[in-house]
T-cell receptor, first 110, second 114 residues
Framework: GEDVEQSLFLSVREGDSSVINCTYT??????LYWYKQEPGAGLQLLTY?????DMKQDQRLTVLLNKKDKHLSLRIADTQTGDSAIYFC??????????FGAGTRLFVKA | NAGVTQTPKFQVLKTGQSMTLQCAQD?????MSWYRQDPGMGLRLIHY???????DQGEVPNGYNVSRSTTEDFPLRLLSAAPSQTSVYFC?????????????FGSGTRLTVV
């Protein structure tokens, strides 16, 4: 069945780069997303990548997509304490269905 | 623009009680969904709706009921609360053609069943 997997925790020092990884199973995914959840809040769309793209850059964020390996990554350059949050990878297989990963909790040490 | 509004933010229920979690959106989105978030399990889909009058079950529908009488509102009813329903509940909405916009989420309802 469809599944999205990501590691649960990542710890980095302020100013370093963070890389959050995700694997998915459905090769028919059209869009893949990264959502950010801050404490006590709902999920907010951070960025997306369309399935025919390999890379998407948006300021400090770089998304890489390897369709052959069904691997998605989110790189945050110059990580700040305000980046501490849970990051969810999600794949959209069309229609109503979006499959979410369990979320990666990013800790940023000052 | 309020986006997706959920009420209440917090709720404590006794086992066997019933209640309704409210969700409203003002973006004229066709799709609305309810998810529950549990530690280490990500988001699991409870029920969803593709338009007014149309609802369907998601991954974990047991113990929950929904209706969609208007485009704006999508309430979630707990029929007889159980401790296993202790969770954080999120309502989300999207355009039918979700594309680059993804879902818009509410801020959540933290429910504890004792």
């Amino acid at each position: 069945g469809e599944d999205v997997e990501q590691s649960l925790f990542l710890s980095v020092r302020e100013g370093d780069s963070s890389v959050i990884n995700c694997t998915y199973t459905d090769s028919s995914s059209t869009y893949l997303y990264w959502y950010k959840q801050e404490p006590g809040a709902g999920l907010q769309l951070l960025t997306y990548i369309f399935s025919n793209m390999d890379m998407k850059q948006d300021q400090r964020l770089t998304v890489l997509l390897n369709k052959k390996d069904k691997h998605l990554s989110l790189r945050i350059a110059d990580t700040q304490t305000g980046d501490s949050a849970i990051y969810f990878c999600a794949e959209d297989t069309g229609g109503f269905k979006t499959i979410f990963g369990a979320g990666t909790r990013l800790f940023v040490k000052a | 623009n309020a986006g997706v509004t959920q009420t209440p933010k917090f709720q404590v229920l006794k086992t066997g009680q019933s209640m309704t979690l409210q969700c409203a959106q003002d973006m004229n989105h066709e799709y609305m969904s309810w998810y529950r978030q549990d530690p280490g399990m990500g988001l699991r889909l409870i029920h969803y709706s593709v338009g007014a009058g149309i609802t369907d079950q998601g991954e974990v529908p047991n113990g929950y009921n929904v209706s969609r009488s208007t485009t704006e509102d999508f309430p979630l009813r707990l029929l007889s609360a159980a401790p296993s329903q202790t969770s954080v509940y999120f309502c989300a909405s999207s355009k039918q053609d979700r594309g680059q916009y993804g879902y818009t989420f509410g801020s959540g309802t933290r429910l504890t069943v004792v």
